[in-house]
T-cell receptor, first 117, second 112 residues
Framework: GAGVSQSPSNKVTEKGKDVELRCDPISGHTALYWYRQRLGQGLEFLIY????????KSGLPSDRFSAERTGESVSTLTIQRTQQEDSAVYLC???????????????FGEGSRLTVL | GDSVTQMEGPVTLSEEAFLTINCTYTATGYPSLFWYVQYPGEGLQLLLK?????DKGSNKGFEATYRKETTSFHLEKGSVQVSDSAVYFCANYGGATNKLIFGTGTLLAVQP
């Protein structure tokens, strides 16, 4: 597609429920990133994919968070047993590749706003 | 580890005032440096970048120079407009980490 697409744009859920957030990167981009932005705070790195593998999962806050990517395309971020502190905007970004020679320009989607009641 | 520190906001200026938002970084090796902007109700977008020391990134009247000796990448604009009101994020991308590390963001409010 023309840009990074994320869905849903807004999600309200009850504490304890599971949620899935989807990211469709720019076609041909092999690197895909997930960030979290809590209200009034900066961007917190969660995980990135190079192709379908995730070399760096260091930012995932707990084992309730997981992500996968298939076909070097769509990625899904899953949050199990949501808590109120999970409320945030979850941003997805993609780039041509990650690593040597990449100058690091990322293209961001508009985010999925998650509210946990 | 890699990090970015930028001045806290909010920064409130009158239209046509001079803007500086300070940013310093720590990184292993030679990172690329970025300023991203988030306008109200919109997604994050790249404003400008510099990929090596002494490079100057520029866009929409904004400039930032990659200073290796002071590990800084301060954002400047000579004359701000109301339409520049947004949150500005400084970021570094290191080849060793393969990810963008962001500062906490600086809210700029420009008043007519």
């Amino acid at each position: 597609g023309a840009g990074v697409s994320q869905s849903p744009s807004n999600k309200v859920t009850e504490k304890g429920k599971d949620v899935e957030l989807r990211c469709d990167p720019i076609s041909g981009h092999t690197a895909l990133y997930w960030y979290r932005q809590r209200l009034g705070q900066g961007l917190e790195f969660l995980i990135y994919f190079q192709g379908n593998s995730a070399p760096d999962k260091s930012g995932l806050p707990s084992d309730r968070f997981s992500a996968e990517r298939t076909g070097e395309s769509v990625s899904t971020l899953t949050i199990q047993r949501t808590q109120q502190e999970d409320s945030a905007v979850y941003l997805c970004a993609s780039s041509l590749w990650a690593g040597q020679g990449n100058t690091g320009e990322l293209f961001f989607g508009e985010g999925s706003r998650l509210t946990v009641l | 580890g890699d990090s970015v520190t930028q001045m806290e906001g909010p920064v409130t200026l009158s239209e046509e005032a001079f803007l500086t938002i300070n940013c310093t970084y720590t990184a292993t090796g030679y990172p690329s440096l970025f300023w991203y902007v988030q306008y109200p109700g919109e997604g994050l977008q790249l404003l400008l970048k510099a990929t090596k020391a002494d490079d100057k990134g520029s866009n929409k009247g904004f400039e930032a120079t990659y200073r290796k000796e002071t590990t800084s990448f301060h954002l400047e604009k000579g004359s701000v407009q109301v339409s520049d009101s947004a949150v500005y994020f400084c970021a570094n991308y290191g080849g060793a980490t393969n990810k963008l590390i962001f500062g906490t963001g600086t809210l700029l409010a420009v008043q007519p």
